[in-house]
Nanobody, 128 residues
Framework: QVQLVESGGGLVQAGGSLRLSCAAS????????MAWFRQAPGKERDFVAA????????YYADSVKGRFTISRDNAKNTVYLQMNSLKPEDTAVYYC?????????????????????WGQGTQVTVSS
């Protein structure tokens, strides 16, 4: 019953910025851990970032630390990914995921298997 819709992707030059959004519906958004993953053609789906319910603890892949910022606005049922200093290797389809286990008290996870709901993805292309 959960729907996730990503938006904000597009074409940018290396060094530029994009802000991705993921709007959620169907469940109480504020109680769930949210994450971003990405997948390039012919590659595995890779973890990008995750954010906790509250007060908003974050966790990032080493490849994006210092460049990307994940945040959430519970009043809007939306999670964001601000991407700065983009590189050609950031080119991929970006997906948001939701972990429906609202009782989980462990650390933020980079495992895709924890996130059972996914959006359709939004394409990010970075030119050199």
């Amino acid at each position: 019953q959960v729907q996730l819709v990503e938006s904000g992707g597009g074409l940018v030059q290396a060094g530029g910025s994009l802000r991705l959004s993921c709007a959620a519906s169907g469940r109480t958004f504020s109680r769930y851990v949210m994450a971003w993953f990405r997948q390039a053609p012919g590659k595995e789906r890779d973890f990008v970032a995750a954010i906790s319910r509250s007060p908003g603890t974050t966790y990032y892949a080493d490849s994006v630390k210092g460049r990307f910022t994940i945040s959430r606005d519970n009043a809007k049922n939306t999670v964001y990914l601000q991407m700065n200093s983009l590189k050609p290797e950031d080119t991929a389809v970006y997906y948001c995921g939701l972990d429906p286990d609202d009782t989980y008290a462990g650390p933020l996870s980079s495992r895709g298997s924890r996130y059972e709901y996914w959006g359709q993805g939004t394409q990010v292309t970075v030119s050199s």
